[in-house]
């Protein structure tokens, strides 16, 4: 083990040093001379020189190594009544003759691949098909509409997008086939083919441009990992911005690698025999970093879930997993443990299980409330850890490391940056706040290996969207402050970004289509607290002059034309119809106001409001 202060201080003085040591995980076809090329600042990229393949090394070299027998992925699918084990022979068999189906498509070093599917081993080989052939995965989440993923087979001009006939959500089968036929319908961009994976419970209408996974796969050649340069991309991940245009966050090759070998054994402290339990999905960024990469690239068997943390058969249904599989370690979102808290609030199906395999439980994705923080402590009996990050680092910016040196949990903070992160709360002018301050958290460029080079195809959205409002800092967007410890604080996004149940969802994209409503005049999204989900959007809307509509009608109209336009991971269930909303003397809504409201944290009311009594109508709205 060794100390953080000295990585962190290694990391920050000499980053080159630093992670061209760390690169020694990885197997490289050309190992890197050069760590960081700063040639570009303030875009920079990381190990220039180096050559790799990202597949070969989450899969390849463990079967080279004689470990082909390991189980790589353990997929439970309480939902469809399946249990699978693959490993990692079977994984390369299944990966490399999937390259082969793709390249026969066409799919060539540097195409995108577009993979829409639900939580199943496909999407894992899927993933490393592409990064086999050098081709650039976008994954879309399952829960958004098809307009959102046209939006994205237009940014990304995949050659061929990869679906499964449905996925299954509790309540209901999801057809993903009819969906994408929709996106597609709505897309400019036409792609070659779908590879269309047929599940028993929908089986999919094949049109003239879509192939049969398991027919093409039971013929197809197996294809070789293709040699490609550290900073070619190995995926696009689309992410909520500030506008309704979602960002492609890129992720290179040789800095992922690096970072997901690195953050696997030292933030998380796992290793090769573990079996580690990221309960996402392959749709975020928790489900690329750590259901697919990390594990991966270490060699460990990661599990795979298909199912909710509740009513899949009931509340213990993660303790039941972790007891049958030896999970050592269970990341997840706090809001799992909340809906779980829910059900069984006095943790009595965890008597059901011998949970003694648990190290820790890893919370992320959204602020860690002190109830759940104290209910997890209390009944799993483990460290819970929170740990700060985003998708477009792709690994913790803060976090106790529990591998490299654990430290005293203080509740409410993720503890301190992670080495390779130059963490920093600012004031507006960018000037470093004292100890306990409030201000923006910033991170000091360079960022370190992993994190975004770019976005698609548009340096200058980067530049504009983080680079620009702190000189030589990355905007992390959230808001905070640092203790006398160097803990870090996450307190929330500062933009009008929410975090739904753990999911990243823009209020600007709500708005947009809230305002599109013949009837509505002008509204705001707002995120408001929820027990179960964190935050939930509440939609403000005023109406039209002269209109008057049914209430109950307006707001199910407005509630399925965001469900339908963005899809149901929106979750906007809530309308209110307002008066007004508060406004500068120059029209601007207030919203930051508003946001401050709900969040508990009022901010002083600003002079140039323009009617101080449309804020005492909203403010005991936002509040509940
Ligand atoms: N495909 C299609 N629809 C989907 C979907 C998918 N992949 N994922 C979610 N949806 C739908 C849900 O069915 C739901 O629809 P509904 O309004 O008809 O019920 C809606 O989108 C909202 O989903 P969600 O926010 O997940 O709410 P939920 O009530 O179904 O479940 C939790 C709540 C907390 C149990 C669940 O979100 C969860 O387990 N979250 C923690 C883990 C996690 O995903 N973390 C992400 C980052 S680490
Ligand atoms: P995503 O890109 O979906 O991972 O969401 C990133 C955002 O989630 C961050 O900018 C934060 O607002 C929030 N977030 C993630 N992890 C934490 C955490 N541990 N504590 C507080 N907020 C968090």
Redesign the pocket.
């Given at each position: 083990m060794g100390s953080y202060v000295d990585d962190r201080d290694r990391a920050l003085s000499d980053p080159s040093a630093f992670w061209l040591d760390a690169a020694q995980a990885i197997d490289w076809i050309e190992a890197p001379t050069i760590g960081l090329d700063a040639s570009g600042a303030p875009l920079y990229r990381w190990f220039p020189d180096g050559v790799l393949n990202t597949c070969a090394n989450a899969v390849d070299r463990h079967v080279d190594a004689g470990h082909g027998e390991k189980i790589a992925i353990r997929y439970d699918s309480p939902v469809t009544g399946t249990r699978a084990s693959v490993t990692y022979s079977a994984l390369l068999d299944m990966v490399s003759r999937f390259a082969g189906v793709l390249a026969d498509l066409g799919v060539e070093r540097g195409h995108r691949v577009i993979v829409y599917m639900p939580m199943i081993p496909e999407a894992i080989v899927a993933m490393l098909a592409c990064a086999r052939l050098g081709a650039v995965h976008s994954v879309v989440f399952g829960g958004f509409a098809p307009a959102e993923l046209a939006a994205r087979i237009d940014d990304a001009e995949p050659t061929v997008i990869v679906t499964a006939s449905c996925g299954i959500e509790p309540s209901r089968v999801v057809e993903y086939k009819p969906l994408l036929d929709e996106a597609l319908r709505l897309a400019t961009y036409v792609p070659i083919a779908s590879v269309v994976l047929q599940r028993p419970q929908a089986p999919a209408e094949m049109g003239p441009t879509d192939v049969d996974w398991h027919e093409r796969i039971s013929t197809a050649h197996p294809h070789a990992a293709v040699p490609v340069l550290a900073t070619d991309p190995l995926y696009i991940l689309y992410?909520s911005g500030t506008t309704g245009r979602p960002k492609g966050v890129v992720r290179d090759n040789g800095g992922h690698a690096v970072a997901m070998a690195w953050s696997f054994e030292n933030v998380y402290g796992m290793g090769p025999d573990d079996t580690w339990w990221a309960a996402s999905d392959v749709g975020?960024?928790?489900g690329h970093s750590y259901i697919a990469y990390a594990p991966l690239i270490a060699g460990a068997t990661t599990l795979l879930y298909e199912g909710k943390p509740v009513g899949t058969p009931d509340a213990g249904a993660f303790w039941r997993v972790i007891a049958e599989y030896g999970v050592a370690a269970l990341f997840t979102a706090p809001t799992a443990i909340r809906a779980i808290k829910r059900e069984d609030p006095d943790g009595l199906l965890l008597a059901d299980y011998d949970l003694s395999s648990l190290r820790t439980l890893f919370?992320?994705?959204?602020?860690?409330d002190p109830n759940t923080y104290d209910w997890a402590t209390d009944h799993l009996g483990v460290p819970v850890i929170?740990?700060?990050?985003?998708?477009?680092t792709g690994w913790p910016i803060a976090s106790n490391m529990r591998g490299l040196e654990p430290m005293p949990i203080k509740p409410g903070s993720?503890t301190v940056a992670v080495p390779g992160y130059d963490v920093r709360v600012v004031d507006g002018a960018g000037d470093d706040l004292p100890a306990g301050q409030d201000g923006a958290i910033v991170i000091r460029l360079p960022l370190p290996p992993g994190a975004l080079p770019t976005l698609w195809r548009d340096d200058q959205r980067y530049i504009d969207s983080y680079l620009s409002a702190f000189e030589g800092c990355y905007t992390?967007?959230?808001g905070g402050y640092i203790d006398e410890d160097g803990y870090v604080y996450?307190m929330?996004?500062t933009d009008d970004?929410i975090?739904v149940a753990g999911?990243?969802l823009s209020t600007g994209s709500m708005e947009a289509v809230v305002a599109a409503h013949p009837q509505v005049a002008e509204c705001a999204v707002i995120g408001v607290q929820d027990a179960m989900k964190g935050q939930v959007p509440r939609a403000f809307v005023v109406l039209k002059a002269g209109v008057d509509p049914d209430p109950s009608v307006l707001q199910a109209e407005i509630v399925a034309a965001v469900r339908n336009q963005i899809g149901p991971v929106a979750a906007l269930k809530e309308v209110v119809i307002v008066p007004g909303l508060p406004k500068t003397r120059s029209g601007k809504i207030l919203r930051r106001t508003m946001r401050g409201i709900a969040d508990g944290r009022p901010e002083a009311i600003p002079s140039t409001i323009e009617d101080v009594r449309v804020l005492d109508v909203i403010t005991p709205l936002l509040r509940n």
């Open positions: 992410t975020w960024v928790v919370l992320a994705g959204e602020r860690l929170d740990n700060y990050w985003q998708t477009e993720p992390t967007g959230d996450v929330g996004r970004v975090n999911h990243r």
